[in-house]
């Protein structure tokens, strides 16, 4: 199994300004997942993020408004930029092992 | 677009079985049938998967059909904790596999 910390837990924000939120995980992982649950919705896939290589980012979704990195093996980040209202959701990070998909417990993002 | 068709919400009564459906009928041959469940405010937890035959673990047990056409997750005994939303999900099992969310069933046990 792996164990996923995600940071912060929840963010209040201004319209207009970043966020970056951290992916943590107990093991090596090649490929990290971001998600995007908005209210009452079910989960979307942003993007899959592999070590060393740029992003592969989901219909829908650009690289200049959700900049991922990955930097090694155990860490990633997703930045929500130029935030507005309608980026109020809750960010999930996933990794797959075996067979299974883990996730995080999710970032709950409020913008205002 | 997701592959699979569940309803959208069902309830049951705490201490019995709670069956819930779901179709696939475009599944490949090399597509496994995963379930998963988000509780409120938590992040989606595995619960069992399966290709052909019908499975079984400590939290439930998942049939399949013999076309593989559709399935139905079981939660034997459901409790109160059980109220979540059950996502079902088809997937391949090789590589790094994305895990597409459909729109889940919601599922409420009532004391």
Known sequence: SAVISQKPSRDICQRGTSLTIQCQVDSQVTMMFWYRQQPGQSLTLIATANQGSEATYESGFVIDKFPISRPNLTFSTLTVSNMSPEDSSIYLCSVSGGTEAFFGQGTRLTVV | ?111
Not at chain 2, 21 to 27: G, Q, R
Not at chain 2, 48 to 63: P, R, V, W, Y
């Open chain 2, 1 to 111: 677009d997701a592959k699979t068709t569940q309803p959208t919400s069902m309830d049951c009564a705490e201490g019995r079985a709670a069956n819930l459906p779901c179709n696939h009928s475009t599944i490949s041959g090399n597509e496994y049938v995963y379930w998963y469940r988000q509780i409120h405010s938590q992040g989606p937890q595995y619960i069992i998967h399966g290709l052909k035959n019908n499975e079984t673990n400590e939290m439930a047990s998942l049939i399949i059909t013999e076309d593989r056409k559709s399935s139905t997750l079981i939660l034997p005994h459901a409790t109160l904790r059980d109220t979540a939303v059950y996502y079902c999900i088809v997937r391949a099992n090789t590589g790094g596999f994305k895990t597409i969310f459909g729109a889940g069933t919601r599922l409420f046990v009532k004391a």
